[in-house]
């Protein structure tokens, strides 16, 4: 009697306001009551858009957002820091060696396939399923989402594509794309998705082309804040902004890089006794066999601006380790250098992809809406905390991830109710979906539940008219207090 006292209802009403999300028939959303009216959430993603470009140019639409809501100063990204598999990460809450994206280009010896973004293979599901996508989590849930190009929401993983989505073509306009985003969350309420994603080119291109430290990149800068700008206003003019969470951020940062720096593989190691996988600055190396040993005793020490490992020696902060699509070696140039075969090949000003941990490949990070803190800072935190993040506000229950709301929930606006802490996911395949076996495990307690809610009840009746023996009651009701707890 305890628990339902001091939640100030009635016993029965308390009580059956804990058992509801666990009667709740599969497939539905289990609308908690931290966020007054739709939890709903929009993901928007400005590739390559560093932390630190908002302080370049007057930038008042990410000021907008961060006067309204909150700021993350410091974004630990993942590694690589590469465009695939930190998008991947950002909806999965999983290091690349465990949702399987390890690069932008990949070899598996399972399958005996290469990827690349540049081919169709992109679109072999068989490349995704090591992972699941917030997007298809929240249908299997029962609700909806929208995909704007977002990389991979085109692709059909595990059996699905998002309930709205746009197929891949670089040359459809942002304004188009919010366009289709505003249009589903704004259908009516049976057909509105619950979380979109939007996913933008720039500032990366330029950043690739021009280098960070071009004054060019501040006209882009600005730029990317009018689209911001338009989105904004979009939301806005469509009656959506008070309702629809907001996440403005991005996949990595921006290094520049110097001619003069350039590492060539040729000078070191024959071609023919291996094959490259990935580019600069993280570069697979995958010995022709019975050529592993001679091909990294000729790397190791090649090059004082270049790192080669071992597979199996590749640091543990890194996670990127258990997963046969990481090759045998794996090259890392320090920050600025890039790492050719020859010097023939096509150079860039600027590129991304080193250590996480270095502050030019981190991202921003700006969120507002019903579910944030307004005018909060936070100084850090990790890409793979949004995950967990993400689920809280679309109240559905997270899989396994790498991620913990606990790191992050200073940013919502008020405190989650506490649930069954997330595993912590370690290497290899993630485990099954919890939605396979929750609801009926839920309905079993629930019912368990009803008929103990029952018992005490009848018990309570009975001692109000008997108050010689009252304590016994609270001392029956414990094991309601746990299980509500622990819901
Ligand atoms: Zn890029």
Redesign the pocket.
């Known amino acids: 009697m305890m628990t339902i006292r001091r939640r100030g209802c009635s016993p029965l009403l308390c009580l059956w306001a804990s058992l509801l999300p666990l009667v709740a028939p599969h497939g539905q959303i289990h609308h908690e009551p931290h966020v007054e009216g739709w939890p709903k959430l929009l993901l928007v993603s400005f ?2 858009f560093r932390w630190d470009y908002i302080d370049r140019v007057p930038t008042p639409n990410f000021r907008s957002i961060m006067d309204e809501g909150v700021k993350v100063e410091n974004v630990e990204n993942i590694y690589i820091t ?2 695939l598999p930190n998008h991947l990460t950002l909806v999965t809450g999983l290091y690349a060696e465990t949702h399987g994206i390890v690069a ?1 280009e990949m070899y598996d010896p399972i399958l005996n396939q290469s990827f690349s973004m540049e081919t169709d293979s992109i679109y072999d599901s068989r490349w995704w399923e090591q992972a699941v996508p917030l997007w298809v989590s929240v249908q299997k849930a029962g609700g909806r989402s929208g995909a704007a190009m977002w990389p991979g929401s085109d692709v059909k993983i595990h059996g699905t594509y998002p309930s709205q989505y746009l197929e891949y073509n670089s040359s459809v306009s942002f304004e188009t794309r919010v366009q289709k985003i505003i249009e589903w969350f704004s259908a009516p309420e049976e057909e509105a998705v619950d979380f979109g994603v939007l996913y933008w080119e720039e500032p ?2 330029s ?2 082309t021009l280098g960070p430290q071009s004054p060019l990149m501040d006209a882009v800068i600005a730029g990317i804040d009018e689209k911001l700008g338009f989105l904004l206003n979009e939301l806005k003019r469509s009656g959506l902004d008070e309702k629809v969470n907001l996440i403005v951020t991005s ?2 940062g ?1 290094a520049q890089l110097y001619p003069e720096k350039i590492i060539e593989l040729d000078e070191y190691v024959e071609r023919d006794t291996y094959s490259w996988v990935d580019k600069s600055p993280v570069v697979g190396i995958l010995p022709k066999e019975g050529k592993l040993e001679e091909v990294y005793s000729l790397l190791v020490d090649a090059n004082p601006n270049m790192v080669a490992y071992r597979k199996e020696h590749i640091p543990e902060r890194l996670h990127y380790q258990h997963n046969v699509r990481i090759m045998p070696i794996l090259l890392e140039a320090k920050e600025g250098w890039t790492i050719m075969q020859n010097r023939t090949e096509h150079f860039m000003l ?4 080193y250590d996480n941990t270095l502050r030019n490949m981190q991202p921003i990070f700006v969120a507002r809406g019903p579910g944030f803190q307004q005018n909060y800072v936070k100084s850090s935190m990790r890409s793979v905390d949004l995950y967990p993040l993400m689920c809280h506000i679309l109240s559905i229950r997270p899989l396994p991830n790498n991620g913990s709301l606990l790191n992050v929930q200073d940013l919502l606006s008020s405190q989650p109710t506490p649930l069954a802490p997330t595993p912590a996911h370690p290497s290899g395949p993630p485990k099954p979906s919890r939605y396979s076996y929750a609801p009926v495990v839920g309905s079993f307690i629930g019912v368990l539940l009803v008929l103990g809610f029952l018992v005490v009840y009848i018990i309570v009746v009975t001692l109000n008219q008997q108050p010689v023996l009252k304590h016994r009651s609270w001392e029956m009701s414990q094991p309601l207090l746990q299980e509500d707890i622990q819901l």
Do not use: A
């Open positions: 590739d390559g590469k465009t932008n990366d291109e950043g690739h996949d990595h921006m600027g590129n991304h992809g």
